[in-house]
C-alpha cells in the first residue's frame, strides 16, 4: 500500500517558538514552509509581525509571506485556496510542506474546508464599515448578537472582518452563520497529516511575549506605525493588529509610552490565551511541552515526522 505525503502543521501561541521549530524540520527533511499567520501576510508591516528574519529565509523556502496590500484582506477561503495550491506544488516537488502559523481559522480553513457560504458584497461591507465609523467599534457585535448569539459568542467584539462576514452571512442565506457551519465541508486530501502543537509552561510564554512586545517598541514600531499612518491613514486593516494598534494610540497622544507598552504586552498575552482555547479543540494534535527552540522539542517533532 502506498502512502499519502505527510504534511507537518506547526501550531501554538505567539512566541511559542513556531518559526523556530519549522525552519528546523525543514532543514532536516527537505521542507518548504507555508506561512498561516494572516497579519505576516501584509507587506510593509515588518517590526510588530514576527515575521521569519531574513537568515531565517535563507535557511528555508517561505511561502504566504508580504502577497496582501496593506489596504487589503484576505478571507479564510481565498488562504485556504492559496494554501492548498501550495501545499500541492510543494508536494510535485516531493519536499515536505510544514504549515506553521498562529491564525486558526485560516488553518482549520485549509485542512477542513469551509461551509459554502454566500458570496462576498462588497457594498454591504462598505455600509457595515460606515457603520462602525459612526457608531463605534461595538456596533456591529451587537448586530451579530441579534442575527446569531452563537457566532457573536465565538467571535471577537474588535474582530471587524470576521464580524462583517458573519453578518453578511446571516443576511445573504438568511441563515444563522452556525447554522451554516454545520454543512458539509471539503477537507484536504491527499495528505498524511501530523500536528506538532508548541505548550510550553504558560508563565514563561508570557516572559517571553512580554520580552518580545518590548523588543519590537525598542526596534522602531513607533516609526514604523508613524510611517505606515503617513502613507494609508487608517485604511491599512493591520495598523489595528496587537502592537500597531497601541503604536498608533501613542502617536495620537492618546496614551503614553509606557501604557503603550504594557497595553501591548497584556493584549499578546490574551491573544496567546484565545490561541490556546482554538487550537485544543483541533483535533488529533500531538502536544510537546516546550518551545520550538529548544533541541529536546526539535527533536521530539523530527521523530513524530518520522513514525507518522
Known amino acids: 500500500m502506498v502512502l499519502d505525503p505527510l504534511l507537518v502543521v506547526v501550531l501554538g501561541p505567539t512566541a511559542s517558538g513556531k518559526t523556530a521549530l519549522s525552519v528546523a524540520l525543514a532543514e532536516r527533511f527537505h521542507g518548504e514552509i507555508v506561512n498561516c499567520d494572516s497579519v505576516a501576510m501584509y507587506r510593509e508591516f515588518e517590526i510588530g509581525t514576527a515575521k521569519p528574519t531574513p537568515a531565517e529565509r535563507a535557511r528555508a523556502r517561505h511561502h504566504l509571506l508580504d502577497l496582501v496590500e496593506p489596504t487589503g484582506y484576505m478571507t479564510a477561503g481565498e488562504y485556504a485556496r492559496l494554501a492548498r495550491q501550495t501545499v500541492a506544488e510543494i508536494k510535485s516537488r516531493e519536499h515536505l510542506p510544514i504549515v506553521v502559523g498562529g491564525t486558526g481559522l485560516y488553518l482549520r480553513a485549509l485542512l477542513d474546508g469551509l461551509f459554502p457560504g454566500p458570496q462576498r458584497s462588497e457594498e454591504l461591507r462598505a455600509r457595515l464599515r460606515q457603520r462602525v465609523e459612526q457608531n463605534g467599534p461595538d456596533y456591529l457585535h451587537r448586530v451579530l448578537r441579534r442575527l446569531d448569539p452563537d457566532a457573536a459568542a465565538k467571535i471577537h467584539a474588535n474582530d471587524i472582518p470576521k464580524l462583517i462576514r458573519a453578518i453578511e452571512v446571516c443576511l445573504a442565506s438568511r441563515k444563522r452563520m452556525t447554522e451554516m457551519w454545520k454543512q458539509r465541508r471539503d477537507p484536504l486530501t491527499g495528505f498524511r497529516i501530523l500536528r506538532v502543537g508548541l505548550n510550553p509552561d504558560r508563565d514563561t510564554l508570557y516572559a517571553r511575549i512580554n520580552q518580545r512586545a518590548e523588543q519590537m517598541f525598542d526596534s522602531g514600531l513607533v516609526e514604523e506605525t508613524g510611517l505606515l499612518l503617513a502613507k494609508y491613514g487608517d485604511t491599512a486593516r493591520p495598523l489595528t493588529s496587537l502592537g500597531y494598534k497601541q503604536a498608533a494610540q501613542l502617536l495620537r497622544g492618546e496614551i503614553d509610552g509606557k501604557t503603550a507598552l504594557h497595553a501591548a504586552q497584556q493584549a499578546h498575552r490574551n491573544y496567546a490565551k484565545r490561541q490556546m482555547t ?8 500531538v502536544w510537546l511541552a516546550g ?7 526539535q527533536q521530539k517533532a523530527a521523530a513524530l515526522a518520522v513514525e507518522t
Open 291 to 297: 518551545f520550538g527552540n529548544d533541541l529536546a522539542i
Open 278 to 285: 482554538w487550537f485544543r479543540r483541533e483535533p488529533n494534535v
